[in-house]
C-alpha cells in the first residue's frame, strides 16, 4: 500500500502507485478518464483528505455510500456522479491498517475506521 495524506483523525492510503496518480495529478487523471470524471474525482478525494471521521464520508450525499455485492462482496463504494457510471472502491481501515470490509455492524466501521484505502476507481457499466 502506498502512503497517502495524514489529518487529524483520518488518513488517506492508495493500494497502488498508479491510483494515487489517477486520484491526485488532475493533468494525469484527464489522460486517463473524461474530463468531467477526472475534475469530480479529485474534488472527491479533496473532501475525503478534509474529513474528520468516517461518518463524514459516509453521510455526505454525492457520494452515495454504498456496500457491493457479487465479485465485490463486502468492498464499499463511492459514486462519482452517478449518471457518469464511475466510482471510487474504497476499503475501511482501522488505525492498525486492518480491514474493517468484513465488519458486518455498519456502526462498528462508522466509529473504528481511521484509513481509507482507495483500492481503485473504476467504470461500473464498462
Known amino acids: 500500500m502506498e502512503s497517502g495524506v495524514k489529518n487529524a483523525l483520518m488518513e488517506v492510503e492508495y493500494k497502488t502507485e498508479k491510483t494515487k496518480k489517477l486520484c491526485k495529478e488532475l493533468a494525469y487523471a ?10 469530480k474525482l479529485l474534488s472527491h478525494i479533496n473532501y475525503i483528505e478534509q474529513a474528520s471521521c468516517f461518518a463524514d464520508i459516509m453521510n ?10 457479487g465479485d465485490r462482496k463486502d468492498d464499499y463504494a463511492l ?3 452517478r ?3 464511475y466510482r471510487i472502491i474504497i476499503e475501511p481501515l ?3 491498517n486492518k480491514s474493517l470490509k468484513k465488519e458486518k455492524d455498519i456502526n462498528v466501521i462508522k466509529n473504528c475506521t481511521k484509513i481509507v484505502l482507495v483500492v481503485e476507481v473504476t ?4
Open 30 to 39: 484527464k489522460k486517463q478518464l473524461p474530463t468531467e470524471v477526472a475534475e
Open 94 to 96: 482501522d488505525e492498525n
Open 60 to 69: 455526505y450525499p454525492p457520494f452515495k455510500f454504498h456496500k457491493l455485492y
Open 123 to 126: 467504470n461500473h457499466y464498462a
Open 83 to 85: 449518471k457518469l457510471g
Open 79 to 81: 459514486d462519482v456522479g
